[in-house]
């Protein structure tokens, strides 16, 4: 009964026309302070795709594909949406805070939510979390890169890191164009497959462990003979560590439910989302207002996927 | 100012190299600031630290010692000798000694060197000097300053903003035999209370090389009904199960009832359940 009323809903929507008013490539653009050194960007609800791309310039630029507004009637009235995490001060449904030190891009839970397109001087250190529905891509850095995915895929490549980067249910992608001696760099994924690509020449010390799944590489590793001690307890059957070309900084790979594959990294291989490293099951479509349980990267109940709706189609 | 401004120029602050206004900004925000004061503090104690072992270093009683334990090495001592033999075979006892001694002052010129050139990247410079085993007592001292500076590294160095310096931070425990008060509160925190959780998983693998003693074993028992990220709950799960720990029992049975458990971690828990009776 309940999936019917769900049902119901969708067809009664779908048959409603778009409600508010969508605009097409709408973009956002300033410069930051001179003093500004990282940028930070959150995506609690959003059901669009984010694509962050590192630029030589000094201007953050931003687009929203398709940003329908929300349907504010008593705008007029002095009444305006409100959100948490937020206000617009973007006009396409982002909020944007800057300090001396930072840039704080926060995307404003709306059902109707666009994909976004950000452009950002690459020589910042870049956070990203996005705890929404869509897929994550991320190109072009040279600073050091924070990133947590809760459910869509994260591509993230022609990085050098240092990276600390973690997907709850989709897979991860990384290609590093060189990777950074500076500080170490931390993969971790739940659920999805994560596939790191890195140069041949890379000097590191490897740390990898899967709980239920494999690891697979085709880089030529020095492996560490085992601790048998019995005073060390192992987390997990497949812990395996090692050293590429000599040893270096620590790169730590860790996966419970899905494989980890590392490999040489070509000058700058063409990910897309049809790669053939996994292949990609189709995309659902945009979910309801009802919606039931999922968890955040910190475990916190959220909202899932209605799946009933792949049905429907 | 800001806090972070004042932490970066206080090792200049204490060398007295610092610019007069800054130096007089610096001084008046640690006036203000407790939090700074107590950073200044503790570069304090890791300053005093530092001449310590500064006093040991140029005493030609500690050289005599090495020659004559390098004798001993030579002339019989079972596994020592064995190994000692293997390496006169290749390379001559002046080398060896000059290694030694070069290891030695090396480490040392590292230890006071490396500090002033970049705290941040101390360590992963620095090779540990080995000690065999009838290593004498200025030795096993020396090395346990070393030690007990590396313990106040990872611990001053544990809170910064970047999750990749925390990591390296945390990592630097790997190098370390013995975890103090100090460290093991710090590799807690992140280990419970790091909105990051790379640095968490992290911080659970350092402190698992520990799990033999019981006061970690403790506070990772304590650490299970904390975690609200999956990886955490689930890599947990299973430690708790390969050390039989049984007082983890109720938390796990907890994850197995809350409405708010992933599936995923639901049936760790219900494996590691059936394992711990």
Redesign the interface.
């Known amino acids: 009964m309940k999936r019917l009323n769900k049902l119901l809903c969708l067809l009664l929507i779908s048959l409603l026309p778009a409600a508010g008013f969508s605009k097409d490539g709408v973009k956002h653009a300033f410069t930051p302070q001179e003093s500004v050194r990282s940028v930070e960007i959150t995506f609690i609800e959003n059901y669009g795709d984010i694509t962050i791309l590192g630029t030589e310039g000094a201007q953050i630029e931003i687009v929203a594909e398709d940003y329908q507004e929300p349907d504010d009637e008593n705008e007029e009235n002095g009444y305006s949406s409100v959100f948490s995490g937020g206000r617009d001060n973007t006009g396409i449904g982002l909020s944007i805070e800057e300090d001396k030190d930072s840039v704080k891009i926060m995307g404003l839970p709306n059902i109707d939510s666009s994909d976004y397109t950000i452009h950002i001087p690459n020589r910042y250190?870049l956070k990203v979390n996005n705890i929404g529905y869509g897929d994550s891509i991320i190109q072009n850095f040279k600073g050091?890169i924070?990133v947590?995915v809760a459910e869509g895929d994260a591509v993230i490549k022609d990085i050098t890191?240092?990276?600390?980067?973690?997907n709850?249910n989709g897979d991860l992608v990384v290609h590093f164009s060189e990777v950074s001696q500076?500080?170490?760099?931390?993969?971790?994924n739940?659920?999805g497959d994560t596939v790191v690509s890195i140069p041949e020449d890379t000097q590191a010390n490897l740390?990898m462990k899967s709980?239920n799944s494999d690891i697979r590489t085709n880089l030529n590793i020095d492996y560490d003979t085992p601790n048998l001690d019995r005073?060390?307890?192992?987390?997990?059957q497949r812990t395996v560590t090692g050293k590429l070309n000599g040893g270096g900084v620590?790169i730590?790979l860790?996966a419970?439910?899905g494989d980890i594959v590392l490999k040489k990294g070509g000058d700058n291989p063409n990910y897309s989302r049809s790669s053939s490293d996994f292949p990609k099951p189709p995309k659902p479509p945009k979910p309801l207002k009802n919606k039931s349980k999922k968890?955040s990267?910190?475990?916190?109940?959220e909202v899932e996927e209605v799946e009933e709706v792949e049905e429907f189609n | 100012m800001k806090c972070k401004k004042v932490s970066r120029n206080l090792p200049s602050l204490w060398e007295n190299s610092l610019e007069t206004t800054l130096a007089e900004e610096v001084r008046r925000h640690l006036g203000q600031c407790e939090n700074c004061q107590e950073e200044w503090k503790q570069l304090g104690t890791l300053m005093a630290d530092i001449e310590a072992v500064e006093e040991v270093q140029p005493d030609p009683r500690l050289r005599k010692n090495f020659f004559s334990m390098l004798e001993e090495a030579k002339s019989g001592q079972r596994e020592a000798a064995a190994r000692h033999e293997e390496r006169t075979l290749v390379e001559p006892v002046f080398w060896k000694q000059a290694r030694w001694i070069g290891s030695m002052a090396a480490g040392l010129a590292l230890l006071l060197g490396g500090f002033w050139m970049g705290r941040l990247q101390f360590f992963s410079h620095m090779e540990p000097t080995t000690v065999d085993k009838g290593a004498n007592q200025e030795l096993e001292a020396l090395q346990g300053q070393i030690e007990s500076m590396k313990q106040m590294m990872a611990v001053y160095m544990m809170d910064q903003r970047s999750a990749s310096k925390r990591i390296q931070a945390v990592s630097y425990t790997d190098e370390i035999s013995e975890l103090s008060p100090d460290l093991l509160k710090a590799l807690l925190e992140r280990l419970n209370q790091d909105d990051n959780v790379n640095v968490r998983l992290a911080s659970l693998n350092a402190l698992t090389r520990f799990a033999h003693q019981e006061n970690v074993r403790a506070v990772l028992v304590d650490s299970l009904p904390r975690q609200t990220n999956p990886v955490m709950q689930i890599m947990l799960i299973n430690l708790m199960v390969e050390m039989d720990e049984k007082r983890a029992r109720g938390s796990i049975q907890e994850l197995l009832e809350s409405a708010a458990t992933p599936l995923e971690v639901k049936n760790e828990a219900l494996q590691g359940l059936g394992q711990l009776l």
């Open positions: 250190s050091e924070e947590a890191g240092p990276a600390t980067l973690h709850m500076d500080a170490p760099t931390s993969i971790t739940l659920n740390q709980l005073h060390t307890f192992n987390i997990g620590l730590s860790e419970i439910n968890h990267p910190d475990g916190a109940l």
